[in-house]
């Protein structure tokens, strides 16, 4: 028996790494799920191997029609929406803070916050009316702690983990959980996007990133896709009916001092 049976989820940013591992997870622990992204081809070809309890649907997180769409796409082939993970995510605007391009800042604004705040927007109606439903958003270390993240997208993450707690008073009534997971160093293409690099070279600079990571965090390894992925696979389980409005850090004691 699959922990996650029966069970339907969404997962933003499901076509590469942390998302990747998630699609993965909950596949094989019986949901069926629907993965957003903008990368169509690799959103094609896992809808060629990964058979019909998968499925995959454009969607920009921050456009507020291309959420909605994804939402009534998930609802109308899988027939409800049981697990909302919001995950999509980059770098983001960087430079000094009297070099923030103001245009950059409203983007990265628009993906990491308004992203997350529109998946609960068409996610939590659903799930009110069937008086269940978990919520889980990727926050990271950056929110929590200075210093591990460019300026503003440590400043959404902070606002992504605080939204889902606040969040959680509003739902528990209704039996709809708000969780958020922090991850430390977790070896996927995030990094070398970050640095401008094309899809498939900063999926092989994630390889580059395992060994730098496993130097410089205390837990001498790289996190990997599935750490986060199991904790997100707990916080949409069954098994985790009472935790509600709490913030996971998955960092290998990273931020333990
Ligand atoms: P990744 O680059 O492998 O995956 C991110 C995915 O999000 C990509 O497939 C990308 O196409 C997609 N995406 C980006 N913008 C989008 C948008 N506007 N709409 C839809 N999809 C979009 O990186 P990852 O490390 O797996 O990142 C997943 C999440 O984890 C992000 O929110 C990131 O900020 C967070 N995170 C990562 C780390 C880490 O060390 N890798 C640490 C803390 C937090």
Redesign the pocket.
Known sequence: MGRLDGKVAII??????????TVDLFLKEGAKVVA????DH?GEAMERELGENFSYCR?????ED?VKNLVDHTVKKFGKLDILF??????GVGGELQEIDMNGFDETV???LK?VVLGYKYAVPHMKAQKSGSIIS?????GLQAG??PLV?SAC?AAVHHFSRCAALELAPHFVRSNAI??????????G?GLGLGTQV??QF?EV?KTH?AKIQPTPRS?L?ED?ANAALFLASDESTFVNGQTIAVDGALTAG
Do not use: W
């Open positions: 933003t940013g499901g076509t590469s790494g942390i998302g990747r591992g957003a992204d903008l990368q690799k969607a920009n997180v921050a456009h291309e919001n995950n999509a995510g980059y770098g628009g993906v990491l992203g990727t926050a990271s270390v950056a591990y993240g997208y993450k922090c991850p430390g160093g977790i070896a996927t293409s995030i990094f996007s900063a999926d994630a990133m990571l996190g896709p986060i």
